[in-house]
RNA sequence: GGCGACGUACCCAAGUGGUAAGGGAGAGGUCUGCAAAACCUUUAUUCAGCGGUUCGAAUCCGCUCGUCGCCUCCA
């Protein structure tokens, strides 16, 4: 299995550091509003890898942080009179409230930073003693520094000379900083803000500090994969090796993972910008699963280009697996009893596409989760399922074969965990996505009066009743055993 | 200004040395009471441009053009 190394710029082979033995820490979100698809992004490709290494028997431990406590957050909370803590509590439930509809697993441990506020306090201790930070006097308390001079690798994973960031420095000087580039580990508490008790008085964490402390809290001092949005190598992540490697004396993590944008016409989706979907707003139109698929339709590190005709695009190819599904499904209903028919080069080439389908995936996956290329090889198969069924087989043998197939795209979707419903939850799901304004059992009754008006080859009532739900957008199916129905795409 | 990505058909997109996956859209066909779905055919002698290395390059190197990101909070 390869990964690509942020550290390097290579994908590199990967060996974690206890055989068989995964830990894993991706930088969540900042909890003072609502997730945008740049966060489902991040968190859909996490997820993904997550599953993947357990898919291939690493025993794995992955970690996501919550950030609970930072300046965004308590702006929030004077703008809105609520107190921080209930700022973040709340965005933490919307948090899950989208992350679970796009079928985002939990993380084995979601700590939040305010939980680690003694960890934190250590390690600044021992920066301190190491002489790698300094305290500050701010009024009654004390801010501390990290002082980046003393971390002679700074600037490793963001490929940044010191010196060309001093001279580059955009933001105004910090008086009380030794140097631009040393950032805040702890902050005093200014009057009105959260603080916490600390060697240094009131005060509260820096943004970084938290992920050197929950990392080595619930993963150790060294840990394979560390992960987050490319927006996070620098400062964040190339500020938590400075601490954490400073501290510690031992490499922070093996191998950093960084998923690309999501744009708006070019440009990076983003809170500042403006041009940010949020996730729900997006549910509002179109099923979960369509999200995914749109993410996971590109490698992780691409930008990726959100657009209406992209979700469309990807609600199509559900679309198209959902239906294959529905044939299958079909044949066994109809087919596996009937006298047994297959065509040998069909069902050769079938078998063929089959035995290749689960190696070719793992292939795919171990070249740095390319699930672009998973996926395709997902629609080869549908491609060829179709073709078999074409040829109109019938008998235990075809059934066997195509029961098998389906059971292959069902395992292998649930490592992308795509693919988990059945044909018709897909439909009746896609009836509120689209809000189409009828229910399944006025469809059935509708398609009934239909039947009725076919059997007395009444074509002008069966074809005006054809309309009337394409009109709202059902799509029925005439079938040798009947007639079915489904969601029209677009 | 510094650093780093990227540029593949009408659209999306994979492909990091061996002769262009896959999906969508379009056109034609098979099937169908009409449809839909599905399948078949068709859409890049070519991978932004120009040079170079090589038996061989979309893939490696150089330059040019274009787009974007990071350098400040950001997934």
Redesign the pocket.
């Known amino acids: 299995m390869k990964i690509y190394n942020t550290m390097t710029?290579m994908k590199e082979a990967f060996v974690p550091l206890q055989p068989g033995k995964v830990g894993m820490y991706a930088?969540?979100?900042?909890v003072y509003d609502y997730c945008?698809?740049?966060?489902a992004?991040?968190a859909i490709v996490f997820d993904v890898i997550s599953r993947y290494l357990r898919y291939k028997g690493f025993q794995t431990t992955f970690v996501r942080n919550f950030?609970d406590i930072?300046?965004?957050i308590i702006r929030r909370a004077n703008e809105t009179g609520a107190t921080w803590d209930a700022v973040a509590a709340q965005f933490i439930e919307e948090y899950y409230r989208d992350m679970d509809a796009l079928g985002i697993a939990r993380a084995d441990i979601e700590p939040k930073a305010t939980d680690h506020i003694a960890e934190m306090i250590e390690v600044i201790r021992t920066l301190i003693a190491k002489g790698h930070a300094y305290a500050v006097r701010e009024g009654d308390n004390e801010s501390v520094y990290f002082a980046v001079d003393t971390f002679a690798e700074y600037g490793k994973l963001?490929?940044?000379?010191l010196e060309?960031?001093r001279a580059?420095?955009?933001?105004g000087v910090d008086e009380r900083k030794k140097s631009p580039m040393d950032?805040a580990l702890w902050k005093a508490s200014k009057a009105g803000e959260p603080w916490w008790e600390s060697p240094w008085g009131k005060g509260r964490p820096g943004?970084h500090i938290e992920c050197t402390a929950m990392s080595m809290r619930h993963l150790g001092e060294t840990i394979d994969i560390h992960g987050?949005?490319?927006?996070?190598?620098?400062?964040?992540h190339e500020n938590e090796i400075a601490q954490s490697e400073a501290f510690s004396g031992k490499p922070f993590a093996r191998y950093w993972v960084?998923?690309?944008?999501?744009?708006i016409d070019?440009?990076?989706?983003?809170?500042?910008l403006g041009n940010?979907f949020t996730i729900r707003e997006i549910l509002k139109s179109y099923d979960a699963e369509v999200i995914r698929l749109f993410v996971l339709?590109?490698?992780y590190?691409?930008?990726?280009?959100f657009s209406q005709?992209?979700l469309?695009?990807a609600e199509?190819?559900l679309?198209?697996y959902y239906?294959?599904i529905a044939?299958i499904e079909e044949f066994i209903a109809v087919s596996a009893g009937a006298a047994p028919k297959m065509q040998p080069a069909a069902a050769a080439a079938l078998k063929n596409v089959m035995e290749r389908f689960q190696p070719q995936f793992v292939e795919a996956m171990d070249?740095?989760f390319?699930t672009?290329?998973a996926?395709?090889?997902l629609?080869?198969m549908?491609?060829e399922l179709?073709?078999f069924?074409?040829t109109k087989p019938s008998g235990a043998e075809a059934a066997g074969l195509l029961a098998d197939a389906r059971e292959m795209l069902r395992s292998v979707g649930a490592v992308l965990n795509l693919f988990g419903r059945t044909p018709h939850q897909w439909n009746v799901d896609l009836l509120r996505a689209k809000q189409i304004a009828l229910t399944e059992e006025v469809i059935l009754r509708k398609i009934q009066e239909?039947r009725v008006a076919?059997e007395n080859r009444d074509?002008?009532a069966?074809?005006a009743l054809?309309q009337e739900l394409?009109a709202a957008g059902i799509?029925?199916?005439?079938?040798k055993d009947g007639t079915g129905w489904?969601v029209k795409?677009?």
């Open positions: 710029g930088c969540g979100v900042t945008h698809v740049g966060h992004r991040s950030t930072d300046d965004k963001s490929k940044k000379d060309d960031l580059g420095a955009r933001v950032f943004w987050g949005g490319a927006d996070l190598i620098f400062p964040h960084h998923n690309g944008f999501i744009t070019k440009e990076k989706m983003s809170k500042s940010f339709s590109s490698h590190r691409s930008p990726i280009e005709d992209q469309r695009d199509a190819s679309d198209r239906s294959t044939r070249d740095d390319n672009a290329i996926v395709g090889h629609f080869e549908i491609r179709n073709r069924l074409d239909r076919r074509w002008a069966a074809d054809r394409d799509l029925l199916e005439d079938k489904r795409i677009v």
